[in-house]
């Protein structure tokens, strides 16, 4: 009844890049090296409005940081999402609050977009696919996916998937093939990217994502076989965890 909170971070980085300077014959030396980072912290929210319908909200928090540069900006993102199995149906909006912008440490500003975005998904068997349309400014981009889950106790899924994206007011896009393991309330996710613009070409994914609850139910569980098979409630330890096992 109270909803759900979560945390979540992207970010992306390069390393050791180079800051140049030119030689009085027109030569490029290096001065030296600096790193590039950027940044999204993601605070949410979400709850069940009835028994098909889910909604969420995120203040999203943006921080970007390089050679003399330093920059930092928020907003806050809303959705919905239909489950009529085996299809869901979303919306999303992101950057809704008007005026948003990240503040660079000059003082100059950039506006943060507002973003519309719907999305789809359809499970046959082992696979589902998934659709998405997004209209930022300037364009409309398109989005598909298609996730293998060999069982529902499968300790593994497979994905691949095409993207498009905006990149110096062009749209470029992303093909993508990963692989996703289960362990309990861990997920560890691995995917290689190639892309037709230069930035996002030949990259590797890493990510974790760890589901708290899962661990409380597993070890409950396993308290509530501890406790099943002593000849009564012996202990005051036993006695307490008793009560999660009705």
């Known amino acids: 009844p109270y909803g759900h909170l979560g945390?979540?971070?992207?970010?992306?980085?390069?390393?050791?890049?180079?800051?140049?300077?030119?030689?009085?014959?027109?030569?490029l030396f290096v001065i030296d090296n600096f790193d590039y980072r950027n940044s999204v912290y993601k605070f949410s929210y979400a709850n069940v409005y009835d028994e098909n319908l889910y909604w969420g909200t995120s203040l999203s928090i943006y921080?970007?940081?390089?050679?003399?540069?330093?920059?930092?900006?928020?907003?806050?993102?809303?959705?919905?999402?239909?489950?009529?199995?085996?299809?869901?149906?979303?919306?999303?909006?992101?950057?809704?609050?008007?005026g948003g912008q990240v503040v660079y440490g000059d003082g100059s500003r950039e506006n943060l977009p507002f973003q519309l975005s719907t999305g789809i998904k359809?499970?046959?068997?082992?696979?589902?696919?998934?659709?998405?349309?997004k209209?930022?400014?300037?364009?409309?981009?398109?989005s598909g996916g298609l996730v293998?889950?060999?069982s529902t106790i499968a300790p593994y899924q497979i994905s691949g998937g095409y993207q498009q994206f905006v990149a110096a007011d062009e749209v470029k896009s992303t093909y993508s093939l990963g692989i996703t393991l289960i362990l309990g309330g861990i997920h560890l996710a691995y995917a290689y990217q190639k892309s037709d613009y230069f930035e996002?070409?030949?990259?590797?994914?890493?990510?974790?994502?760890?589901n708290?609850?899962?661990?409380?139910?597993?070890?409950?569980?396993?308290k509530c076989k501890e406790i099943s098979i002593k000849d009564g409630y012996t202990s005051k330890l036993s006695n307490f965890f008793s009560?999660?096992?009705k």
């Open 148 to 150: 293998f889950t060999p």
């Open 63 to 98: 921080t970007n940081s390089g050679k003399d540069v330093n920059a930092n900006g928020s907003n806050f993102d809303l959705g919905f999402i239909y489950d009529a199995h085996p299809t869901e149906i979303s919306v999303m909006a992101r950057n809704i609050v008007p």
């Open 200 to 210: 996002y070409d030949n990259k590797n994914f890493f990510s974790v994502s760890i």
């Open 135 to 142: 209209l930022v400014p300037r364009h409309m981009l398109y």
């Open 7 to 27: 945390i979540g971070m992207s970010e992306y980085r390069v390393s050791d890049l180079y800051n140049t300077g030119v030689a009085s014959d027109d030569t």
């Open 243 to 245: 009560i999660f096992c």
């Open 212 to 222: 708290l609850f899962s661990f409380i139910s597993v070890w409950t569980f396993a």
């Open 122 to 133: 359809h499970s046959i068997g082992m696979f589902s696919g998934l659709g998405q349309a």
